[in-house]
Protein backbone atom coordinates (compact mmCIF):
# COMPACT_ATOMS: atom_id res chain seq x y z
CA UNK A 1 0.00 0.00 0.00
CA UNK A 2 1.18 3.34 -1.02
CA UNK A 3 1.68 5.49 2.45
CA UNK A 4 0.58 9.11 2.12
CA UNK A 5 3.67 11.04 1.97
CA UNK A 6 4.96 8.83 -1.04
CA UNK A 7 1.77 9.60 -2.90
CA UNK A 8 2.33 13.01 -2.25
CA UNK A 9 5.74 12.20 -3.98
CA UNK A 10 4.02 10.67 -6.78
CA UNK A 11 1.86 13.05 -7.45
CA UNK A 12 4.38 16.00 -7.86
CA UNK A 13 7.04 13.64 -9.92
CA UNK A 14 3.53 12.54 -12.49
CA UNK A 15 1.29 15.08 -12.08
CA UNK A 16 2.67 18.84 -11.19
CA UNK A 17 0.25 21.02 -12.34
CA UNK A 18 -2.74 18.57 -10.82
CA UNK A 19 -1.10 19.86 -7.63
CA UNK A 20 -1.26 23.37 -8.83
CA UNK A 21 -4.84 23.59 -10.32
CA UNK A 22 -6.15 21.88 -6.67
CA UNK A 23 -4.13 24.52 -4.57
CA UNK A 24 -5.35 27.26 -6.88
CA UNK A 25 -9.02 26.10 -6.15
CA UNK A 26 -8.15 25.75 -2.76
CA UNK A 27 -7.67 29.23 -2.29
CA UNK A 28 -10.83 30.51 -4.14
CA UNK A 29 -12.87 28.51 -1.91
CA UNK A 30 -11.06 29.53 1.01
CA UNK A 31 -11.33 33.49 -0.02
CA UNK A 32 -15.22 32.55 -0.70
CA UNK A 33 -15.49 31.35 2.84
CA UNK A 34 -13.31 34.09 4.49
CA UNK A 35 -15.08 37.05 2.04
CA UNK A 36 -18.61 36.16 1.02
CA UNK A 37 -20.73 36.68 -0.63
CA UNK A 38 -18.08 38.20 -2.66
CA UNK A 39 -17.87 39.47 -6.28
CA UNK A 40 -15.75 38.18 -8.97
CA UNK A 41 -13.43 41.66 -9.38
CA UNK A 42 -12.78 41.46 -5.14
CA UNK A 43 -11.87 38.44 -5.69
CA UNK A 44 -9.23 38.47 -8.41
CA UNK A 45 -7.92 41.34 -6.35
CA UNK A 46 -7.23 39.54 -2.93
CA UNK A 47 -6.09 36.24 -5.19
CA UNK A 48 -4.19 37.58 -7.54
CA UNK A 49 -5.71 35.70 -10.33
CA UNK A 50 -5.91 37.38 -13.67
CA UNK A 51 -9.94 38.35 -14.46
CA UNK A 52 -10.09 35.07 -17.62
CA UNK A 53 -8.40 32.49 -15.34
CA UNK A 54 -10.62 33.41 -12.11
CA UNK A 55 -13.67 32.98 -13.97
CA UNK A 56 -12.90 29.59 -15.35
CA UNK A 57 -11.86 28.27 -12.37
CA UNK A 58 -15.17 29.68 -10.98
CA UNK A 59 -17.30 28.16 -13.23
CA UNK A 60 -15.95 24.67 -12.78
CA UNK A 61 -16.16 25.05 -8.88
CA UNK A 62 -20.12 26.20 -9.58
CA UNK A 63 -20.84 23.38 -12.20
CA UNK A 64 -19.57 21.16 -9.09
CA UNK A 65 -22.33 22.35 -7.23
CA UNK A 66 -19.45 24.10 -4.67
CA UNK A 67 -20.04 27.99 -5.47
CA UNK A 68 -23.53 29.73 -5.27
CA UNK A 69 -23.88 32.88 -6.81
CA UNK A 70 -26.52 35.96 -7.04
CA UNK A 71 -26.77 39.25 -6.62
CA UNK A 72 -24.89 39.93 -3.66
CA UNK A 73 -21.87 37.91 -4.76
CA UNK A 74 -20.23 34.35 -4.64
CA UNK A 75 -20.88 32.24 -1.66
CA UNK A 76 -19.94 28.28 -0.76
CA UNK A 77 -22.67 25.57 -0.81
CA UNK A 78 -22.79 23.49 1.87
CA UNK A 79 -20.74 20.67 -0.12
CA UNK A 80 -17.96 23.46 -0.72
CA UNK A 81 -17.65 23.99 2.68
CA UNK A 82 -17.36 19.82 3.79
CA UNK A 83 -14.98 19.86 0.53
CA UNK A 84 -13.37 22.77 1.61
CA UNK A 85 -12.48 20.90 5.11
CA UNK A 86 -11.17 17.80 3.09
CA UNK A 87 -9.20 20.12 1.00
CA UNK A 88 -7.02 21.84 4.29
CA UNK A 89 -5.83 18.25 4.97
CA UNK A 90 -4.45 17.53 1.78
CA UNK A 91 -2.90 20.89 1.52
CA UNK A 92 -1.34 20.60 4.77
CA UNK A 93 -0.09 17.33 3.41
CA UNK A 94 1.55 18.57 0.71
CA UNK A 95 3.75 20.61 3.42
CA UNK A 96 4.72 18.04 5.60
CA UNK A 97 1.85 18.23 7.98
CA UNK A 98 1.38 15.17 9.08
CA UNK A 99 4.91 14.35 10.28
CA UNK A 100 4.63 17.85 11.67
CA UNK A 101 1.85 16.90 13.63
CA UNK A 102 3.57 13.80 14.71
CA UNK A 103 6.09 15.31 16.11
CA UNK A 104 4.14 17.58 18.25
CA UNK A 105 2.01 14.65 18.98
CA UNK A 106 5.11 12.83 20.51
CA UNK A 107 6.73 15.87 22.27
CA UNK A 108 3.31 16.75 24.50
CA UNK A 109 2.01 13.20 24.70
CA UNK A 110 -0.88 13.78 22.72
CA UNK A 111 -3.40 11.87 21.49
CA UNK A 112 -4.14 13.53 18.29
CA UNK A 113 -2.76 16.75 16.58
CA UNK A 114 -4.61 18.61 14.19
CA UNK A 115 -3.02 21.22 11.88
CA UNK A 116 -4.90 23.60 9.30
CA UNK A 117 -2.75 25.68 6.66
CA UNK A 118 -1.19 29.11 7.02
CA UNK A 119 -1.21 31.36 10.15
CA UNK A 120 -4.28 32.89 12.05
CA UNK A 121 -1.90 35.79 13.14
CA UNK A 122 -0.95 36.91 9.45
CA UNK A 123 -3.94 35.44 7.00
CA UNK A 124 -7.18 36.22 7.63
CA UNK A 125 -9.84 33.88 7.35
CA UNK A 126 -6.90 30.72 9.47
CA UNK A 127 -8.60 31.24 12.55
CA UNK A 128 -12.02 30.55 10.74
CA UNK A 129 -10.67 27.22 9.98
CA UNK A 130 -8.99 26.37 13.18
CA UNK A 131 -12.63 26.66 14.74
CA UNK A 132 -14.03 24.69 11.95
CA UNK A 133 -11.72 21.42 12.70
CA UNK A 134 -12.46 21.83 16.46
CA UNK A 135 -16.12 22.01 15.68
CA UNK A 136 -15.64 18.73 13.57
CA UNK A 137 -13.59 17.15 15.91
CA UNK A 138 -15.85 18.18 18.97
CA UNK A 139 -18.86 16.85 16.96
CA UNK A 140 -16.81 13.29 16.11
CA UNK A 141 -16.34 12.68 19.70
CA UNK A 142 -19.75 13.65 21.25
CA UNK A 143 -20.85 11.18 18.85
CA UNK A 144 -18.76 8.34 19.15
CA UNK A 145 -20.20 5.84 21.25
CA UNK A 146 -16.72 3.84 21.44
CA UNK A 147 -15.08 6.74 23.53
CA UNK A 148 -17.93 5.55 26.31
CA UNK A 149 -19.22 8.81 27.29
CA UNK A 150 -22.94 8.47 29.10
CA UNK A 151 -25.65 10.42 27.64
CA UNK A 152 -25.77 13.15 30.54
CA UNK A 153 -22.76 14.58 29.75
CA UNK A 154 -21.20 18.21 30.69
CA UNK A 155 -19.71 20.05 27.56
CA UNK A 156 -16.89 23.23 29.46
CA UNK A 157 -15.30 25.51 27.19
CA UNK A 158 -13.20 28.70 27.53
CA UNK A 159 -13.62 32.32 26.13
CA UNK A 160 -11.44 33.88 23.19
CA UNK A 161 -11.68 34.87 19.64
CA UNK A 162 -10.65 31.35 18.98
CA UNK A 163 -13.51 29.65 21.00
CA UNK A 164 -16.03 31.58 19.74
CA UNK A 165 -14.63 30.38 16.22
CA UNK A 166 -15.24 27.03 16.84
CA UNK A 167 -19.06 28.10 18.76
CA UNK A 168 -20.10 29.77 15.11
CA UNK A 169 -18.63 26.41 13.32
CA UNK A 170 -20.58 23.54 15.31
CA UNK A 171 -23.26 22.17 14.03
CA UNK A 172 -26.58 19.97 15.59
CA UNK A 173 -25.30 16.32 16.85
CA UNK A 174 -26.82 13.12 14.77
CA UNK A 175 -27.89 11.62 17.98
CA UNK A 176 -29.80 11.96 21.09
CA UNK A 177 -27.78 13.31 24.38
CA UNK A 178 -28.36 15.01 27.17
CA UNK A 179 -25.39 17.38 26.96
CA UNK A 180 -24.22 20.60 29.10
CA UNK A 181 -22.51 23.26 27.80
CA UNK A 182 -21.04 25.54 30.55
CA UNK A 183 -18.55 27.81 30.79
CA UNK A 184 -15.24 26.60 32.16
CA UNK A 185 -14.45 30.06 34.12
CA UNK A 186 -15.86 33.51 35.10
CA UNK A 187 -15.89 36.56 32.19
CA UNK A 188 -12.94 38.89 31.93
CA UNK A 189 -15.45 41.66 31.25
CA UNK A 190 -14.14 42.17 27.49
CA UNK A 191 -16.55 42.19 24.71
CA UNK A 192 -19.32 40.26 25.42
CA UNK A 193 -19.03 37.99 22.04
CA UNK A 194 -15.77 36.20 23.41
CA UNK A 195 -17.17 35.66 26.89
CA UNK A 196 -16.94 32.24 28.14
CA UNK A 197 -20.74 32.61 29.16
CA UNK A 198 -21.79 33.89 25.37
CA UNK A 199 -19.37 31.61 23.98
CA UNK A 200 -21.17 28.36 26.01
CA UNK A 201 -24.92 29.85 25.01
CA UNK A 202 -24.03 29.78 21.00
CA UNK A 203 -22.28 26.22 21.20
CA UNK A 204 -25.28 24.57 23.19
CA UNK A 205 -27.72 26.54 20.74
CA UNK A 206 -25.74 24.86 17.30
CA UNK A 207 -25.40 21.73 19.22
CA UNK A 208 -28.67 20.95 20.57
CA UNK A 209 -27.45 21.17 23.59
CA UNK A 210 -28.74 22.69 27.08
CA UNK A 211 -26.54 25.06 29.14
CA UNK A 212 -25.49 26.66 32.52
CA UNK A 213 -23.75 30.14 33.34
CA UNK A 214 -21.93 30.89 35.73
CA UNK A 215 -22.41 35.00 35.96
CA UNK A 216 -19.16 35.74 38.22
CA UNK A 217 -16.01 37.90 37.04
CA UNK A 218 -12.48 35.94 36.67
CA UNK A 219 -10.53 38.53 38.49
CA UNK A 220 -12.42 38.18 42.14
CA UNK A 221 -10.05 38.38 45.17
CA UNK A 222 -9.05 34.96 46.86
CA UNK A 223 -11.59 36.17 49.58
CA UNK A 224 -14.57 36.73 47.13
CA UNK A 225 -14.12 33.94 45.59
CA UNK A 226 -13.70 31.60 48.58
CA UNK A 227 -17.17 34.06 49.88
CA UNK A 228 -19.29 33.26 47.01
CA UNK A 229 -18.33 29.85 46.78
CA UNK A 230 -20.97 29.32 49.93
CA UNK A 231 -23.69 30.40 47.96
CA UNK A 232 -25.78 27.13 47.69
CA UNK A 233 -26.79 28.35 44.08
CA UNK A 234 -23.69 28.92 43.18
CA UNK A 235 -21.87 25.76 44.56
CA UNK A 236 -24.82 24.11 42.26
CA UNK A 237 -23.39 25.53 39.08
CA UNK A 238 -19.72 25.17 40.38
CA UNK A 239 -20.06 21.48 41.30
CA UNK A 240 -21.69 20.91 37.66
CA UNK A 241 -18.67 22.63 35.58
CA UNK A 242 -16.31 20.54 37.83
CA UNK A 243 -18.13 17.37 36.63
CA UNK A 244 -17.29 18.27 32.87
CA UNK A 245 -15.65 15.22 31.09
CA UNK A 246 -14.79 17.36 28.25
CA UNK A 247 -12.98 20.26 28.46
CA UNK A 248 -12.30 22.66 25.13
CA UNK A 249 -10.09 25.72 25.81
CA UNK A 250 -8.16 28.71 24.09
CA UNK A 251 -4.82 29.38 24.81
CA UNK A 252 -3.72 32.95 25.29
CA UNK A 253 -0.09 35.51 26.14
CA UNK A 254 0.50 35.65 29.37
CA UNK A 255 1.31 39.52 29.09
CA UNK A 256 -1.96 39.84 27.02
CA UNK A 257 -4.69 38.09 29.16
CA UNK A 258 -3.12 40.10 32.09
CA UNK A 259 -4.11 42.75 30.54
CA UNK A 260 -6.94 41.81 29.67
CA UNK A 261 -7.59 41.00 33.26
CA UNK A 262 -7.31 44.73 34.51
CA UNK A 263 -3.94 42.98 36.44
CA UNK A 264 -1.55 46.22 37.69
CA UNK A 265 1.77 47.00 35.43
CA UNK A 266 3.62 45.82 38.86
CA UNK A 267 2.23 42.22 38.66
CA UNK A 268 2.69 42.12 34.85
CA UNK A 269 5.94 42.81 36.02
CA UNK A 270 6.06 40.01 38.67
CA UNK A 271 4.34 37.72 35.71
CA UNK A 272 7.41 38.58 33.34
CA UNK A 273 10.04 37.69 36.39
CA UNK A 274 8.62 34.15 37.09
CA UNK A 275 8.61 33.38 33.32
CA UNK A 276 5.23 33.40 32.46
CA UNK A 277 4.40 32.54 29.08
CA UNK A 278 1.17 31.21 28.45
CA UNK A 279 -2.11 31.32 29.84
CA UNK A 280 -5.43 28.92 29.90
CA UNK A 281 -8.19 29.10 32.44
CA UNK A 282 -6.59 31.40 34.64
CA UNK A 283 -3.49 30.09 35.07
CA UNK A 284 0.30 31.27 33.79
CA UNK A 285 2.72 28.54 32.59
CA UNK A 286 6.31 28.95 32.50
CA UNK A 287 8.86 27.98 29.79
CA UNK A 288 8.70 24.34 30.99
CA UNK A 289 5.05 24.21 31.77
CA UNK A 290 4.73 24.89 35.44
CA UNK A 291 2.15 27.12 36.53
CA UNK A 292 3.88 30.60 37.67
CA UNK A 293 0.78 31.98 39.03
CA UNK A 294 -3.37 31.51 39.17
CA UNK A 295 -5.98 33.93 39.29
CA UNK A 296 -8.41 32.86 42.36
CA UNK A 297 -11.25 32.27 40.43
CA UNK A 298 -14.91 30.78 40.64
CA UNK A 299 -14.69 27.50 37.90
CA UNK A 300 -12.55 25.44 36.72
CA UNK A 301 -9.04 24.65 38.50
CA UNK A 302 -5.55 23.19 37.36
CA UNK A 303 -6.05 20.39 39.90
CA UNK A 304 -9.43 19.60 38.23
CA UNK A 305 -7.92 18.60 34.38
CA UNK A 306 -7.19 14.76 35.11
CA UNK A 307 -10.66 14.35 36.25
CA UNK A 308 -11.89 15.46 32.96
CA UNK A 309 -11.72 12.44 30.38
CA UNK A 310 -11.23 14.97 26.95
CA UNK A 311 -9.42 17.65 27.10
CA UNK A 312 -9.03 19.40 23.74
CA UNK A 313 -6.52 22.95 23.58
CA UNK A 314 -7.70 25.44 20.23
CA UNK A 315 -4.73 27.82 19.41
CA UNK A 316 -2.94 29.10 16.34
CA UNK A 317 -0.64 31.89 14.88
CA UNK A 318 3.34 31.54 15.13
CA UNK A 319 3.61 34.46 17.77
CA UNK A 320 1.41 32.58 20.29
CA UNK A 321 4.01 29.84 19.33
CA UNK A 322 6.02 29.96 22.53
CA UNK A 323 2.83 30.49 25.19
CA UNK A 324 0.82 27.30 23.46
CA UNK A 325 4.17 24.97 24.29
CA UNK A 326 4.44 26.61 27.75
CA UNK A 327 0.43 25.28 28.50
CA UNK A 328 1.21 21.94 26.50
CA UNK A 329 4.21 21.60 28.66
CA UNK A 330 1.93 21.04 31.87
CA UNK A 331 1.09 17.28 29.95
CA UNK A 332 -2.70 17.29 30.50
CA UNK A 333 -4.12 17.64 26.84
CA UNK A 334 -5.62 15.27 24.99
CA UNK A 335 -6.13 16.97 21.40
CA UNK A 336 -4.48 20.10 19.94
CA UNK A 337 -5.78 21.90 16.87
CA UNK A 338 -3.99 24.59 15.62
CA UNK A 339 -1.92 25.98 12.20
CA UNK A 340 1.14 26.06 10.17
CA UNK A 341 2.37 28.90 11.31
CA UNK A 342 2.40 27.82 14.94
CA UNK A 343 3.35 24.08 14.43
CA UNK A 344 5.75 25.03 12.44
CA UNK A 345 7.36 27.84 14.75
CA UNK A 346 7.08 25.12 18.07
CA UNK A 347 9.25 23.15 15.88
CA UNK A 348 11.90 26.19 15.76
CA UNK A 349 11.53 26.57 19.41
CA UNK A 350 11.88 23.34 20.13
CA UNK A 351 14.87 22.84 18.35
CA UNK A 352 16.74 26.22 19.60
CA UNK A 353 16.00 28.34 16.54
CA UNK A 354 15.70 31.61 18.18
CA UNK A 355 13.92 33.27 15.00
CA UNK A 356 12.84 36.60 14.53
CA UNK A 357 10.55 38.62 17.35
CA UNK A 358 6.93 37.65 16.58
CA UNK A 359 3.80 40.27 17.57
CA UNK A 360 1.55 38.29 20.47
CA UNK A 361 -1.77 37.04 19.04
CA UNK A 362 -5.48 37.56 20.55
CA UNK A 363 -6.66 35.37 22.92
Keep these: ?124 GTKRHLGRAAARILRRVLEDPRLGFTDRLVLAVSGGTTMAEVARAATPLAITRELTVVPARGGLGEEIEIQANTIAVELARRLGAGYRLLHLPDNLSEESALALAQDPHLQEILDLIRSAQILVHGIGMAEEMARRRGISTREIEELRRRGALGEAFGYYFSQMGEVVQAVPSAGLRFEDLPEISLRMAVAGGAGKASAIRSVLLAGRHHFLVTDEGAARRMRELREGFPGKNLPPEPA
Design 1 to 124: MVEVDDLYKLQRLVAPELIEVIRTRHDILRAVLTWGPVGRRSLTGLLGINERGLRSQMDFLKEQGLLNQDLRGVTLTQEGEDLLDRLNEYIIGLKGGERLAEELRSEFNLEKVIIVPDDSGRQL
